[in-house]
């Protein structure tokens, strides 16, 4: 089955303690992308992997961190968070070239930073 | 830069009443469209694309969307709500041959039975 895997589903955390989101897929899509979703907001992208070893920032990279060493796997990493990155968290995954680019989301992980 | 813009912010509607929500975007080139769901406490999923070709598109569950190139728009329609559409509703463009998807600032739908 296509699908983006997500761990965990709800963290809560302290200020300033480091935490690994992780993020896999299995559909061998180039392109993944994290986004946190703010009432209001909408979803924002936070940063984007094009393929192995290429990431930039999205719209929102500050006090965040990735990495892309394999295909499938896309962690997100918080070196030291704080209370403003609480928030729902989506890992998403698609193909780049031609038509069939729609993005496929994780369940989410909803995170807390006290 | 590439924006979305998605004009109602919350939408309440009766059971049976029609649906139209409104999403334009800026964006000078070819671009792919969608419109995703969300439904209270979980993920996003596709309710329907636009790439190419009849610029009416049929998704799930009833939407249809319709692409009009010369307004920026893909509007998305239901004839026929029911309660089980509460949900929040997300539209999305990327410009062709990239990943990015741009995200609307969504629509949260609430059915009334």
Not at chain 1, 1 to 21: F, H, S
Not at chain 2, 5 to 28: D, R, W
Not at chain 2, 87 to 95: I, P, Q, R, W
Request: with cysteine.
């Amino acid at each position: 089955e296509a699908q983006v895997t997500q761990n965990p589903r709800y963290l809560i955390t302290v200020t300033g303690k480091k935490l690994t989101v992780t993020c896999s897929q299995n559909m061998n899509h180039e392109y993944m992308s994290w986004y946190r979703q703010d009432p209001g907001l909408g979803l924002r992208q936070i940063y984007y992997s094009m393929n192995v070893e290429v990431t930039d920032k999205g719209d929102v990279p500050e006090g965040y961190k990735v990495s892309r060493k394999e295909k499938r796997n896309f962690p997100l990493i918080l070196e030291s968070p704080s209370p403003n990155q609480t928030s729902l968290y989506f890992c998403a995954s698609s193909k780049i070239q031609g038509g069939g680019t729609e993005a496929f989301f994780g369940q989410g992980t909803r995170l807390t930073v006290v | 830069a590439q924006s979305v813009s998605q004009h109602n912010h919350h939408v309440i509607l009766s059971e049976a009443a029609s649906l139209e929500l409104g999403c334009n975007y800026s964006y000078g080139g070819t671009v792919n469209l969608f419109w995703y769901v969300q439904y209270p406490g979980q993920h996003l999923q596709l309710l329907l694309k636009y790439f190419s070709g009849d610029p009416l598109v049929k998704g799930i569950k009833g939407f249809e969307a319709e692409f009009i190139k010369s307004k920026f728009s893909f509007n998305l329609r239901k004839p026929s709500v029911q309660w089980s559409d509460t949900a929040e509703y997300f539209c999305a463009v990327n410009a062709y041959n990239t990943g990015k998807l741009i995200f609307g600032q969504g629509t949260t739908l609430q059915v009334k039975p």
